[in-house]
């Protein structure tokens, strides 16, 4: 039973940092990818970071380059991202995504269909 566990959600000021974390335990399939979304209310769930697992690159969207960094402990399934410079439109419920099934391109990797498991998510608020 795959199971993966975020923290590190709260509430920030503009300008303020966070670290979220995920941790993945439980399978025995090979890790592809690992991935961040976030879904804001009333929004579709939307990509923010990746790292693909073979050669570690890591994939951001616009909105998010330069300011969020995304990490990992391959050793103990692990990923980290750093948001910095946080702003009220980065208010949502952050997801963990882990993708057991494809060898992911640089579109695919992108893409929500592609992850098989998820988190339970986990709220950050940047308000003042």
């Known amino acids: 039973q795959v199971q993966l566990v975020e923290s590190g959600g709260g509430f920030v000021q503009p300008g303020g940092s966070l670290r979220l974390a995920c941790i993945a335990s439980g399978g025995t399939s090979p890790t592809y990818s690992m991935a961040w979304f976030r879904q804001a209310p009333g929004k579709e769930r939307e990509f923010v970071a990746a790292i693909r697992w073979a050669d570690n690159n890591k994939f951001y969207t616009d909105s998010t380059k330069g300011r969020f960094s995304m990490s990992r402990d391959r050793a103990k399934n692990t990923v980290w991202l750093d948001l910095n410079s946080l702003k009220p439109e980065d208010t949502a419920v952050y997801y963990c995504?882990?993708?057991?099934?494809?060898?992911?391109?640089?579109?695919?990797?992108?893409?929500?269909?592609?992850?098989?498991?998820w988190g339970q998510g986990t709220q950050v608020t940047v308000s003042s």
């Open positions: 995504g882990l993708n057991t099934r494809l060898r992911p391109i640089q579109t695919t990797i992108k893409q929500r269909q592609t992850y098989d498991y």
